[in-house]
């Protein structure tokens, strides 16, 4: 199995603050074919579906606000959303399509 | 516009067979490429994928649960179903089915699951 560890496991935002979101893969994601890392993240609300954000990294799903920015390679990816707005406020999950997926456990986006 | 919607018999008892459709429409899994994917999330264990299938019929399954599972398909009826035996309650879950093409662009709704005797 590849391990993803997300980091935090929560965060407390204000609206218009720029937050960060850690990914950790226990090992690389980066396809030496093709250069392309295979990991997605998702934002999920409450009762609602996962939503993809960004795969392959750092392309962003048609419809994504830019706010939302997928970053790094090898191991180590990090999701920035710029200026949060309460309709960020939601779970977000890293994914890695290297080998068989698997998810990271999670980031629940909060309202300080 | 892609769609995709999962069916289940909501709860069962343990040791029972888990049989669960999707109906999706917007995309054909006879298409070069074409895979769709089982995903489940459980409050204990988070979002685990457990089986794909593809285009050609290739089937991949998570090795933890692979012995429990089978995957399959209904091209002319656009559905992809998913059993899984001897359920358990740890198995008690939303079933999600996802379009899969290396990142799951479109998800289903989803089907709540409650193993339970």
């Known amino acids: 199995d590849i391990v993803m560890t997300q980091s935090p496991s929560s965060l407390a935002v204000s609206a218009g603050e720029t937050v960060t979101i850690n990914c950790k893969s226990s090992q690389s994601l980066l396809s030496s074919g093709n250069q392309k890392n295979y990991l997605a993240w998702y934002q999920q609300k409450p009762g609602q579906s996962p939503k993809l954000l960004i795969y392959l990294a750092s392309t962003r799903e048609s419809g994504v606000p830019d706010r939302f920015i997928g970053s790094g390679s090898g191991t180590d990816f990090t999701l920035t959303i710029s200026s949060v707005q309460a309709e960020d406020l939601a779970d977000y999950y890293c994914?890695?399509?290297?080998?068989?997926?698997?998810f990271g456990a999670g980031t629940k986006l909060e309202l300080k | 516009q892609v769609t995709l919607k999962e069916s289940g018999p909501g709860i069962l008892q343990p040791s029972q067979t888990l049989s669960l459709t999707c109906s999706f429409s917007g995309f054909s899994l006879s298409t070069y490429g074409m895979c769709v994917g089982w995903i489940r999330q459980s409050s204990g264990k988070g979002l685990e994928w457990l089986a794909n299938?593809?285009?050609?019929?290739?089937?991949y399954y998570n090795p933890s649960l692979k012995n429990r599972l089978t995957i399959s398909k209904d091209t002319s009826n656009n559905q992809a179903f998913l059993k899984i035996t001897n359920m358990d309650t740890a198995d008690t879950a939303t079933y999600y089915c996802?379009?899969?093409?290396?990142?799951?662009?479109?998800w289903g709704q989803g089907v709540m699951v409650t193993v339970s005797s």
């Open positions: 299938i593809w285009w050609n019929d290739d089937k």
């Open positions: 994914q890695q399509h290297y080998s068989y997926p698997t």
């Open positions: 996802a379009r899969d093409r290396a990142f799951f662009d479109y």
